[in-house]
């Protein structure tokens, strides 16, 4: 009986010990499910918001037209004054662009930020064009953007005055010439002529007492006055005509300017005669170059997100320059953090916490975005070091990685191809997005400057890829878009040359 018992109690433990056994792989089996369960639960989620995210950013050929027909309209409610109008189209009362064939020495100040630039430039004709060119760059004490509008242009003038004194042998200023300077001045200003012009509002961080409504080509004139500095101030002009005529001045073929770097813009060369808000004679050159302000372009035909929606709710200037906030270097990292925290609280894509940083406005730059598209490593590992060093995830997954790639392809594709729209409605408004009807071999030029088109070379490649398929490879073969590095600095000299007092009598 003892033997027979121990037996039937091992039985029964044995019983017991593979019931627990099946107990805890149902419960290990349960858990494997509900992980697997949760696993794709996540996945769905992530790919339902990128698909939202793909229709929403989507820019079909069709659409691309549709956004340079409503540009082109947009810049003609500008040219009839429209007040309504959302692209001012200015007129910049540039009217003669430089040839090649200025001689001389010029200066320039250009003043868009907290640093400024004083420029020289020694201009031998068109054998030698550039001879010399030499500049400074000085930063504004921060003190000077708060307070009063003497102060500001006092110091302007002492370092401009400091930067003269340092001319050296190779520069000349012929006998009875007074030195002649252009000023770049990259902020909303209503231009009356070639050198004067009203503030309308300080931007970038400026807030200075008594400036606003004031002509500032006077105000630096009084400020140079007072340094004892002898030099007159021929061409006032904003940083794209600048580009364009630096862009002319190198090639005779530019006929509009595209600036693509924390903010956006474009100037180009409008026939005189196709300005009905123009009253005054018309230019000897028959050509007004227009400052667009296509910033502030809007139609319904763009392709507006959740994110994008956001972003200018939130904005210092809700409303305006909804097309700058697309395409622009100062927004398109931010509309790329806005998708990624969005796959972060829906999808758990860094995990079940969402990482704190990510929640910071403008926390990922987009020089940040352009170094981790252009990661081309099998595991994106530069990505992944820069999603640690900006949100302070530790250890990203790869499918973490690929996702955010992607999202960076979406807004730097979608950025793209709206700026290449925007050049193709500048071209169809001068009748270039055709062969010329002489089949003449007629290059049409576009000078290109900014950090963004100039760095992000995903971007630049998408855009001119994009222009070309708008244009069709025949008209677009006679279409060259190219960058004009510093166009901005040197086209104020090369503009207070074309439109020098001495011009008449050389």
């Known amino acids: 009986m003892g033997k027979g018992a121990a037996v039937v109690g091992t039985a029964v433990v044995v019983c017991a010990a593979a019931a627990a056994a099946v107990g805890v792989a149902v419960v290990v089996s349960r858990r494997s499910r509900r992980r697997r369960e949760a696993e794709d639960e996540r996945k769905r989620k992530s790919a339902a918001v990128l698909e939202e995210v793909e229709k929403a950013m989507s820019t079909p050929t069709a659409l691309l037209r549709g956004i340079a027909d409503a540009m082109v309209e947009e ?23 430089p040839t090649g064939d200025e001689h001389g020495l010029f200066y320039a100040l250009d003043l868009g930020g907290t640093n400024f630039r004083v420029i020289r430039v020694q201009l031998g004709g068109r054998e030698k064009r550039v001879v010399k060119q ?7 004490p921060p003190h000077l953007m708060v307070g009063t509008s003497t102060e500001l242009f006092d110091f302007i003038a002492a370092e401009l005055e400091k930067f003269v004194r340092t001319e050296g042998e190779d520069f000349h200023l012929p006998d009875g010439k007074k030195r002649e300077l252009g000023f770049t001045f990259s902020f909303p200003v209503h231009q009356t002529s070639i050198s004067s012009g009203t503030l309308i509002k300080w931007t970038k961080g400026f807030c200075i007492n008594g400036t606003v409504g004031e002509d500032v080509v006077a105000e630096l004139s009084r400020a140079m006055e007072r340094q004892g ?3 007159k101030v021929t061409a006032l002009v904003n940083d794209t005509v600048g580009t364009l005529a630096g862009g002319r001045y190198v090639d005779n073929d530019v006929v509009a300017a595209v600036i693509l770097g924390t903010g956006t813009n474009a100037a180009y060369v409008e026939h005189a005669n196709a300005i009905p808000k123009w009253n005054g ?12 302000e296509w910033g502030n372009f809007r139609s319904d035909k763009l392709p507006t997100s959740e994110y994008d929606k956001a972003l200018d709710f939130e904005s210092l200037n809700p409303g305006e320059q909804l097309y700058e906030k697309m395409i622009s270097g100062m927004y398109l990292g931010e509309i790329v953090r806005r998708i990624l925290l969005k796959l972060a609280h829906d999808a758990s894509l860094f995990g079940d916490v969402v990482p704190p940083k990510l929640e910071q406005l403008f926390v990922l730059r987009t020089p940040d975005m352009s170094a981790m598209h252009h990661d081309t490593s099998h595991d994106l590992k530069h ?3 820069k999603l640690k060093d900006i949100l302070g995830v530790p250890d990203t997954s790869l499918e973490a ?16 191809r709206l700026a290449a729209a925007g050049i193709y409605g500048i071209l169809k408004k001068l009748g270039k997005d055709k062969l010329p009807n002489d089949f003449s071999q007629q290059r049409t030029v576009v000078a290109m400057d900014g950090g963004l088109y100039e760095h992000y070379k995903k971007f630049s490649a998408c855009l001119e890829t994009t222009l070309t398929d708008l244009l069709g490879e025949e008209a677009a073969s006679s279409v060259v878009v190219k960058l004009a590095n510093d166009g901005s600095g040197i086209g104020a000299a090369l503009l207070a040359a074309s439109h020098s007092q001495y011009a008449e009598a050389a």
């Open 229 to 231: 500095l002898d030099m």
């Open 401 to 416: 990685r690929y996702i955010t790639l992607h999202v960076c392809d979406l807004v730097a594709e979608r950025g793209a």
């Open 134 to 140: 030499e500049y400074k760059e000085v930063s504004i």
């Open 383 to 385: 990505l992944g070091a």
């Open 281 to 292: 004679t018309l230019p000897r050159s028959g050509n007004m170059v227009i400052n667009m």
């Open 75 to 97: 810049m003609e409610r500008g040219l009839r004054a429209d007040p309504h109008a959302p692209v001012k189209m200015l007129i910049s009362y540039v009217d003669n662009l």
